[in-house]
């Protein structure tokens, strides 16, 4: 196999990859009022981490991002589930939410909702699930 | 008369995403189907501006920005494809 010169997608991906990591950040933390939410947040961040293999490789990215996914989304599922059975704890039903008005310090006044902590848990088992079906169905081995 | 550009451009947005459908069906080859998408996620992109346009919208932003990633991330997986023969390699080559 001849040597790889793309020095253009390398220099173009280190960029992109950073402005794709925001937009997913973005998309997160827009969720309830606006377009956005833990699913696509979660999506998005892998559509960056498969960037990242498609220029570098799979060993390189592997190296530097030393997590096992798997286990990503099992946590992902079990931040999900006790935040659901947080609401039966204070008697109310199975994934019973509230939000309220708080006044923090850089933002001002913020509306604060306990479906962000779902959303995480969301948001960890898509990256989970859909990076561990990439790196197993995209493994040349 | 602004209105009537605005409507007569997604017509025509659409008829070119027409004809990019019908070359990613037809094309003999694979390099003339990944030009072919490409230009399909571009007139996409275009004709979602020219809507937002006509509605007064700023809710189809997000939608812009992530029709741009991800047809650009599927251009470059196709292009590798077509140049390395593998799309995600276990090893990179420096």
């Given at each position: 196999?001849?040597?790889?010169?793309?020095?253009?997608?390398?220099?173009?991906?280190?960029?992109?990859?950073?402005?794709?990591?925001?937009?997913?950040?973005?998309?997160?933390?827009?969720?309830?009022?606006?377009?956005?939410?833990?699913?696509?947040?979660?999506?998005?961040?892998?559509?960056?981490?498969?960037?990242?293999?498609?220029?570098?490789?799979?060993?390189?990215?592997?190296?530097?991002?030393?997590?096992?996914?798997?286990?990503?989304?099992?946590?992902?599922?079990?931040?999900?589930?006790?935040?659901?059975?947080?609401?039966?704890?204070?008697?109310?039903?199975?994934?019973?939410?509230?939000?309220?008005?708080?006044?923090?310090?850089?933002?001002?006044?913020?509306?604060?909702?306990?479906a962000v902590l779902f959303d995480v848990g969301v948001a960890l088992a898509v990256i989970g699930t859909s990076l561990t079906i990439i790196m197993s169905i995209g493994d040349d081995r | 008369m602004i209105k009537v550009m605005l409507y007569l451009s997604t017509g025509f947005v659409t008829l070119s995403i027409l004809v990019s459908i019908y070359r990613l069906i037809k094309g003999p080859s694979t390099p003339e189907r990944t030009q072919a998408l490409d230009a399909l996620g571009i007139n996409m992109i275009a004709g979602m501006g020219v809507f937002s346009v006509i509605l007064r919208s700023t809710a189809f932003f997000e939608v812009i920005l992530l029709l741009g990633i991800l047809s650009f991330i599927g251009t470059i997986a196709l292009a590798k494809y077509m140049e390395r023969g593998v799309v995600i390699e276990r090893r990179s080559s420096d």
């Open positions: 196999m001849k040597e790889a010169n793309d020095v253009i997608l390398r220099t173009v991906s280190k960029a992109a990859v950073v402005i794709i990591l925001t937009f997913s950040i973005h998309l997160f933390i827009s969720g309830h009022h606006r377009p956005g939410g833990g699913f696509i947040g979660g999506l998005s961040f892998v559509a960056a981490i498969v960037l990242l293999f498609l220029v570098y490789g799979i060993d390189k990215v592997r190296r530097n991002i030393a997590v096992d996914f798997k286990k990503v989304a099992g946590i992902g599922v079990l931040i999900s589930v006790f935040t659901g059975v947080g609401g039966m704890l204070a008697g109310k039903n199975f994934l019973y939410q509230t939000f309220g008005q708080v006044h923090l310090p850089v933002f001002g006044q913020t509306e604060l909702a306990t | -």
